[in-house]
């Protein structure tokens, strides 16, 4: 069993809204649409660049970020913040025991 650790980032988080969006395509177009919008705390930093080099060929240019949040999100879930950027969720670390979860994101390519 894991100590809950969940207080222990009540100083750091800050409330965080985010909407979960769902991108198809439709006739040639990319079809957004909003499936909910998720209030949550967390903290989000840069990945430091030394972790972000032992990443898969091909994946260095996006820019990546880590994530720790109290709420479960899936994986491969496009989150976008309220400035407009998008986040893919590239991989999620189940610490719920411990109060709360690790993501990995990418930032999505402006539109």
């Known amino acids: 069993m894991f100590p809950n650790v969940a207080e222990a980032f009540s100083d750091w988080t800050s ?4 909407k979960v969006v769902n991108k198809e395509a439709v006739d040639f177009e990319v079809n ?7 209030a949550f705390d967390a903290v989000m930093q ?3 660049p ?3 080099d ?25 989150v976008q913040d309220q400035n ?5 969720i590239q991989s ?3 610490w719920s025991q411990a109060g709360y979860f690790h993501y990995e994101l990418t930032e999505q390519p402006p539109q």
Do not use: H, Y
């Open 32 to 38: 957004e649409q909003v499936l909910k919008v998720v």
């Open 54 to 78: 032992r990443k898969p060929e091909g994946q260095r240019i996006w820019k990546w970020w880590e994530m720790w949040a109290d709420t479960s999100l899936a994986p491969d879930t496009v």
């Open 46 to 48: 840069p990945i430091p």
């Open 92 to 94: 999620v670390q189940d």
């Open 84 to 88: 407009g950027l998008q986040f893919r």
């Open 15 to 18: 409330a965080v809204q985010m």
């Open 50 to 52: 030394q972790r972000v």
